[in-house]
């Protein structure tokens, strides 16, 4: 329901536009944590760099730096050598906005599958090695076959370019359409969240998003899945939750310049997934 607006507060937020510089890197840390039990299974902490270029008529490329590993369990090292390879073939993104400023489709989509038909005569090394790289690689090889939905359900993507609200008649709408995500407790199941924030002027110029968000399904969805690979080991029932807290800064120039989201995902006490993601402009590379 739109929220009734006085007109100096229609005043504050109408500089608010989600701009952006013709060139800028950004800093993606990204830490997590998975509890199974009483016992930590696996904490990691990754970062990377995107530099963002905007094109016309809503088209954006985006330059990533390979992850590095800050923390990550021993492991899953030969995984992630593997997933180093894999992402050589997203390196470059481009990708067309719809006018929300949410992800509309991938315009490079050709050039990422050739990289990728390439990539896999490498990896083809690994999957005669072990028959669970082999899985591991077939995954992501169906990811790229569908690029388009794969970036718009990533998560990442969907903190970066998330609908902005609109203004309507002096009203405005503080919730944001349903989106869909990748559950990580239930690889390959999808969830939908609904979420809501509130946008304010800082006091030392620019803005600032405030944004909660809780899973908008009952956890039905899920139960036949949890009964199949998780009720023995976890031994209580289903009480699924997902829920999500954000914060966006955005400088004097409206631009984007510091993102703190957490995520938690949760099957019960006994096992729940915590995810962290902190995104910082670092510099203006051109103005």
């Known amino acids: 329901m739109p929220i009734e607006l006085t007109n100096e507060k229609i005043d504050d937020l109408s500089g608010f536009k989600y701009a952006w510089y013709k060139m800028a890197e950004y800093n993606i840390n990204i830490k997590s944590y ?65 006018t929300d400023k949410s992800i509309d489709e ?26 669970s790289y082999k899985t591991f690689i077939h995954i992501y090889d169906k990811e790229f076959n569908n690029i388009d939905d794969n970036i718009k359900l990533n998560f990442l993507y969907q903190i970066m370019f998330y609908p902005l609200p609109a203004f309507r008649g002096g009203g405005f709408i503080d919730e944001i359409p349903v989106r869909t995500a990748l559950s990580t407790l239930f690889p390959g199941e999808k969830l939908r969240y609904s979420s809501h924030y509130k ?8 803005y600032i998003v405030k944004l909660e968000a809780k899973n908008k399904d009952d956890q039905s ?12 080991t976890l031994g209580s029932a289903l009480a699924y939750a997902y829920s999500v807290e954000g914060e966006y800064v955005y400088n004097e120039d409206s631009v984007l310049s510091e993102v703190m989201f957490h995520v938690k995902e949760e099957l019960n006490e006994n096992m729940f997934y915590v995810c962290r993601y902190h995104i910082k402009l670092n510099k203006k590379v051109s103005v």
Do not use: C
């Open 34 to 98: 998975l509890t199974l039990g009483k016992g930590k299974a696996n904490q990691t902490e990754i970062e990377e760099d995107w530099i963002i270029s905007p094109g016309e008529y809503n088209h954006i490329a985006i330059n990533s730096s390979p992850q590095r590993y800050i923390q990550s369990d021993g492991q899953m090292q030969p995984f992630y050598e593997i997933l180093e390879k894999i992402n050589k073939a997203t390196e470059v993104l481009e990708i067309s906005l719809h």
């Open 106 to 131: 991938v315009t490079n989509k050709n050039e990422v599958l050739n990289k990728w038909s390439e990539i896999k005569k490498d990896l083809h090394f690994f999957e005669l090695v072990k028959e």
């Open 199 to 206: 946008i304010s002027k800082r006091d030392e110029g620019g």
């Open 221 to 232: 969805q899920f139960e036949n899945v949890y009964k199949d690979k998780y009720q023995r």
